[in-house]
């Protein structure tokens, strides 16, 4: 009788201990927390909601609206002025409406993201930004994007429009609908690649649409894959649509964007330099731009490899670390651009 209360007595110190542990833990901060969710819980001040919005808006996350300079950049406009100011306004719009989204996307998921282990730490999750503020803010935002479109072109003012409903209705229903939240997914960078050229009035061809939209398929399915192989391998809990996806589904998207995108690219890059002329052959493609296409390809094989091994979780993590990466892009960067500039003068 005594060795069964010392069992229980025992049993009952442990559950205690536990039940101490883990209230410690929930007022801790987990180390591998991402820098844009590890948000202190017991921030207070007059600052606290100002930064708590801030860190909501996920600034870092602005360096994918470098898309909106794509379309200049392969029609070799970089270097006018005119088409600066409207590329920026159009930077500076996207800035905004995409923090807006992540305004909504928070304050909707409140309850969810405070049952998770990481997002839990997030500034609306942890009751550092009320809701109702994080709505507030998100609306002045989106009009302040859509009012700013306005200073560049109709054209700008509507693409913002379209990605704005569309990004809000996948933060309302759509985000756990499969096929469709990966297809959501790729035209926020689709739909940055057409800003660009939106803004600076300028002539999109078809090539150059369709390896922008393949292009952020495939980096939009490798994310979703290598959340899945991360997942597989660590036991960490996925996101509800995954549920609905095999991994060779995911494989499948993957690999076929990839496909596709290649094409689409090397039928663009011999097409730059083509002039048509009275009575004769075209002139020939730039060499520039068909050399192009070398560096092009081993950044998508360096990047599929990232993605294979479960990394590719944030496209902008896996650029901003590889190094390797970098130099493939910034070689194929330097050829485009002699490419479309050796055309603009011939």
Sequence with gaps: MTTSEDTQRSGAGRDDEDRADAALEENREPEDAPEDTAVPVRRTGPLAVPLGLLKTMRPKQWVKNVLVFAAPFAAGRLGEGPVWVSVLIAFAAFSLAASGVYLVNDARDVEADRAHPKKRFRPIAAGIVPPAVAYGTALVLFAGAIGLSFLATLNLAIVVIVYVVVQLAYCLWLKHEPVIDVCIVSSGFLMRAIAGGAAASLYLSPWFLLTMAFGSLFMASGKRYAEMRLAERTGAKIRRSLERYSASYLRFV??????????????????????PVRNALPTPPSMWAIISVVPFVVAILRYAVDVDGGNGGEPEEIVLKDRVLQVLGLGWAVLLFLAVTTSAVH
């Design 254 to 275: 993957w690999s076929l964007s990839a496909t596709i995108v290649i094409l689409a690219y090397s039928l663009w890059a011999f097409q730059i330099g083509v002039q």
